[in-house]
């Protein structure tokens, strides 16, 4: 039933085509969309004084959003930029509300949205409280098998707060 | 040399603030015009940025670190020292208002790296901790505190020289960005 309610949703959301480093989202900018993964896949970064820190992947089929933006309509802390060619589906907050106020069935997809991007916050923070680094590498692998065919190893590595030097030392020892 | 410490610290803290002005208004300029170079050997307004940034990944945390370690106590008068008055001299606009060429070191060199909108927010950022450790060192003695600089672990400078030297370094790139 969700997923006939999500292409629906989907059908009427804008389509935006990204070429291969644009920015979905900056910082400091109020973005209040979930986009849907069509093609291609994103990263979330954080800028800091010294480096990008990149804290989320989205794959293809798969939903990405700066969420504190979306939830508290504040500025973005994150930047959303496009790794290669990208296509991605923008559903508004708007959206979600008009759909939800003609149909009830639709808050069920919107929680059900929400929920998924709530264990995918706790995932990520059980990551960074987890010491040994394959062990972090083990975790991300086994919810994201695709990981390394999909993302480049640079990012891979930031995200998992590694130097590329050692993700690639584990990733030879464990081969 | 002998000069106020409290003058000193104001003079460095309101040069900042006007880098820091001047920098929050690129965020409205475009990507291209942030990237315009008018040939290939001279440097683009980020590129300008991220020279100081890379300048900036050594010289926060060094700073910061110093800081956090002093033993001594702020002083009436910090006595700037001999290199480091020449390098912090050597970064000012001669009389007429040009400033001395000189070649970056390579590993301090922007040309290659990927340049961005976000080059111009991790500038901010260095200067919003600058200005954090510039109220810090009110706390500290500037002339018996010693840094490191960034091309020799050897030379140790005065804090308060490395101070004037590290944002009269970012005024005139930022002064040279400024120019295209």
């Not at chain 2, 950022?125 to 600089?149: F, G, N, P, W």
Request: charged share 25%; proline share 3%; with cysteine.
């Amino acid at each position: 039933m969700e997923d006939t309610l999500l292409r629906e949703l989907l059908t009427d959301s804008r389509m935006l085509t990204l070429p291969k480093n644009q920015f979905l989202v900056t910082e400091g900018v109020v973005d209040q969309h979930i986009y849907y993964i069509e093609s291609g896949a994103v990263r979330v970064f954080l800028q800091t004084e010294f480096e990008e820190l990149t804290i989320r992947f989205g794959y293809k089929d798969s939903f990405i959003t700066s969420l504190s933006s979306f939830i508290n309509g504040t500025s973005s802390e994150f930047y959303i930029q496009a790794i290669r060619g990208t296509q991605v589906r923008a559903i508004s907050k708007q959206q979600f509300e008009t759909a939800i106020n003609t149909d009830i069935r639709y808050l069920q997809l919107y929680n059900a949205i929400l929920e998924g991007l709530v264990i995918q916050q706790l995932e990520r923070e059980v990551d960074l409280l987890t010491a040994s680094p394959s062990e972090r590498l083990q975790r991300v692998l086994k919810r994201s098998p695709r990981l390394f065919q999909e993302i480049p190893s640079k990012y891979i590595a930031s995200y998992l707060r590694m130097t590329p030097e050692t993700l690639s030392r584990i990733r030879k020892i464990n081969d | 040399m002998k000069l106020k410490t409290d003058e000193v610290l104001a003079d460095l803290i309101k040069r900042s603030k006007k880098v820091q002005d001047i920098v929050s208004g690129y965020r409205l300029l475009n990507e291209e015009l942030l990237n315009l170079k008018p040939n290939a050997d001279s440097w683009s307004k980020l590129e300008c940025l991220e020279h100081l940034n890379l300048y900036g990944d050594f010289y926060l945390p060094e700073i910061e670190g110093r800081i956090l370690q002093a033993k001594r106590p702020s002083w009436h008068i910090f006595k700037s020292g001999v290199i480091g008055n020449y390098f912090a001299n050597l970064m000012q606009p001669n009389g007429n208002g040009t400033i001395k060429k000189m070649k970056s070191p390579e590993d301090k060199n922007p040309a290659k790296s990927e340049l961005s909108v976000t080059t111009v927010e991790r500038f901010l950022k260095q200067m919003e901790h600058l200005l954090r450790l510039l109220e810090m060192a009110k706390r500290v003695d500037l002339t018996h505190t010693k840094t490191s600089i960034s091309i020799s672990k050897m030379i140790k400078l005065r804090l308060g020289d490395t101070l004037r030297f590290y944002v009269y370094h970012i005024e005139r790139h930022v002064a040279q960005g400024e120019r295209l």
